[in-house]
């Protein structure tokens, strides 16, 4: 499954909404279960990637919710409602629906 | 607490052999899968494999079947990814992560390693 984010980098000022979109070659639904097997990282500079999001749109424990997700089947969305200046990293979306699991290509947020 | 260490910085030459270690602590080190991430120079992120050590169940990248291996020894809660012949192409940053999931299927990375830089250079 190829994995495809847009935009591949983006500047928001403080305080403003930045939105980050991941779209999959094929779903991600898994009708099971009726969950989408998608999570979304962040990684900033000197630092390993730390989860923010699983199951397209549950928020791990500790991470502010400023940050949330959205989207089903193939089409997602990464949604900061009021970027902070701590908040500047790059940004991945995962699959896990299909071995291998694939990344997307990243999105370098930054401030304007 | 979880955490997941790795092996220090190592700088080889083109055809030697490597194995980098990840040792996990703080959760049943056999009840959840274990993976290996790398990033290249300046590129995103690449999932190469994961390793179940309750069973040995190997899963890789085709991108990376062939090319390294990955093991485990659940005696000492650590996870390995090995190269028999480096090449200068495999510079890069190397990260394990654990992962959670079902034993017969992995899903999403919860917890990271600090990462191993991997440098090859003659």
């Known amino acids: 499954i190829v994995m495809t984010q847009s935009p591949d980098s983006l500047a928001v000022s403080l305080g403003e909404r930045a939105t980050i979109n991941c779209k999959s070659s094929?779903?991600?639904?898994?009708?099971?279960?009726?969950?989408?097997?998608l999570a979304w990282y962040q990684q900033k500079p000197g630092q390993p990637p730390k989860l923010l999001i699983y199951w397209a749109s549950a928020r791990e424990f500790g991470v502010p919710d400023r940050f949330s997700g959205s989207g089903s089947g193939t089409d997602f969305t990464l949604t900061i409602s009021s970027l902070q200046a701590e908040d500047v990293a790059v940004y991945y979306c995962?699959?896990?629906?299909?071995?291998?699991?694939?990344f997307g290509q990243g999105t370098k947020l930054e401030i304007k | 607490e979880v955490q997941l260490v790795q092996s220090g910085a190592e700088v080889k030459k083109p055809g030697e052999s490597l194995k980098i270690s990840c040792k996990g602590s703080g959760y049943s080190f056999t009840s959840y899968w274990i993976g290996w991430v790398r990033r290249m120079p300046g590129k995103g992120l690449e999932w190469m494999g994961v390793i179940y050590p309750g069973d040995s169940d190997t899963r890789y990248s085709p991108s990376f079947q062939g090319q390294v291996t990955i093991s485990a020894d659940k005696s000492i809660s650590t996870a390995y990814l090995q190269w028999s012949s480096l090449k200068a192409s495999d510079t890069a940053m190397y990260y394990c992560?654990?992962?959670?999931?079902?034993?017969?299927?992995?899903?999403?990375?919860?917890?990271w390693g600090q990462g191993t830089l991997v440098t090859v250079a003659s």
């Open positions: 995962q699959q896990y629906y299909t071995t291998p699991d694939t």
């Open positions: 094929q779903s991600v639904f898994y009708s099971s279960n009726n969950k989408n097997y």
């Open positions: 992560a654990r992962l959670t999931g079902t034993s017969a299927w992995p899903y999403y990375f919860d917890y």
